[in-house]
C-alpha cells in the first residue's frame, strides 16, 4: 500500500503538538497550499493497517508487530504516534486490522491511555491490501460516512482537514496522498558531451510515489476486493473514470515509511537535528 522506504520527504514533527523545520521541502501547487473549504461531511473515523510481518525491520519485529516498534528518541510506537496525530485532526474512532502478533498490538492498546477509540480486527488469513481493508472497513461505526486510511509504517503530521476538503471539493471516491521523497543517492549532472557539470546530493524525486496515506468515500468499501489488491484493480477502475484524486503533501512536511532499521536510524537523526537546532 506504500511505496518503497525511502529518505523523509520533508522534515515536520513527530509530536502531536510541534511542527518540525526542514531545508529539504516539496512543490505544492498554489491551489493546495491555500486556505480550503471543510469538507461537508467532517471525517472522523479511520483505519490503520498492522498486520504485515515487517521482516525487513528484523530483529525489532521479532517480538512485536511493525506498528509497535518505537520511533527512537521518542518513547512512543509508531502506532502511538498515530492515533495522536488523528485525534488532533478530528477522528474519534479507529479500527486497527491486525495479523503478525496481533495479540501483542491489543494488548498494547489495552494498557495505553488512548486519545479516542479503537476497536481491532485480525485477518483469519491473509486477504492482501484491498482485502485487508474492506474487512477492516465492515468494522467502522459509522459505514455511510467517509474515512481516513494508513499503513501503520507512516511517520508523519499534516492537515489531514485539508486533504479532506481537497477530496470533496474534487467530489472522488478516493483520494491518495502523494510525498516526494529525496533520492538516497547523489545524482551527477553532465552536459550533451559527458563533462561532469555538477553533483547533487539526495536530491527530490522527480517522481511522486503514494505515500500509504487515504480519503475513502463511504462508496468505496463496496469497490474493493475481497481478497487481493485494491492498486491493482480498484484504483486503476477509479483513475479511467476519474473519481482517483491525488493529493500532493504540503510544502515541509514530513514523511517517511518506517520500513527498514535504517530508517528508524534516519528517523533518530532527523529528531535530534531538530532538538538540537530548537535549543
Not at 16 to 44: D, F, N
Not at 112 to 134: C, D, I, S
Not at 212 to 231: K, M, N, T
Amino acid at each position: 500500500m506504500t511505496a518503497d522506504s525511502g529518505p523523509a520527504a520533508d522534515l515536520a514533527s513527530p509530536q502531536p503538538q510541534q511542527a518540525l523545520q526542514s531545508q529539504q521541502s516539496q512543490q505544492a501547487p498554489q491551489s493546495q497550499q491555500a486556505q480550503t473549504r471543510p469538507t461537508t461531511t467532517p471525517v472522523t473515523q479511520a483505519v490503520i493497517l498492522a498486520g504485515g510481518q515487517g521482516s525487513r525491520l528484523r530483529p525489532y519485529t521479532d517480538d512485536r508487530p511493525k506498528p509497535l516498534v518505537e520511533i527512537p528518541g521518542t518513547g512512543t510506537p509508531i502506532l502511538g504516534h498515530q492515533l495522536a496525530w488523528l485525534a488532533a485532526e478530528g477522528v474519534t474512532d479507529v479500527v486497527v486490522s491486525c495479523g503478525h502478533l496481533a495479540d501483542v498490538l491489543e494488548e498494547w492498546l489495552d494498557k495505553a491511555e488512548l486519545p479516542l477509540r479503537v476497536r481491532t480486527v485480525v485477518e483469519a488469513e491473509p486477504l492482501g491490501r484491498g482485502g485487508g481493508l474492506k474487512h477492516a472497513a465492515k468494522a467502522l461505526p459509522r459505514p455511510d460516512e467517509p474515512w481516513y486510511a494508513t499503513n501503520g509504517d507512516i511517520w508523519t503530521r499534516f492537515s489531514l482537514r485539508d486533504m479532506a476538503a481537497f477530496h470533496h471539493e474534487r467530489d472522488a471516491v478516493a483520494t491518495l496522498a502523494l510525498a516526494r521523497p529525496r533520492i538516497p543517492w547523489g545524482a551527477v549532472e553532465t552536459d550533451q558531451f559527458g563533462n561532469v557539470l555538477d553533483f547533487i546530493e539526495a536530491p527530490p524525486s522527480p517522481f511522486l510515489i503514494n505515500a500509504g496515506l487515504y480519503v475513502f468515500s463511504p462508496e468505496f468499501a463496496d469497490l474493493l476486493p475481497d481478497v487481493g489488491d485494491h492498486e491493482r484493480t480498484t484504483f486503476p477502475q477509479l483513475a479511467r473514470s476519474k473519481r482517483l484524486a491525488g493529493y500532493q503533501l504540503p510544502q515541509g512536511v514530513y514523511w517517511r515509511a518506517i520500513d527498514t532499521a535504517k530508517d528508524l536510524t534516519e528517523a533518530a537523526k532527523e529528531l535530534a537535528a531538530y532538538r538540537d537546532s530548537s535549543r
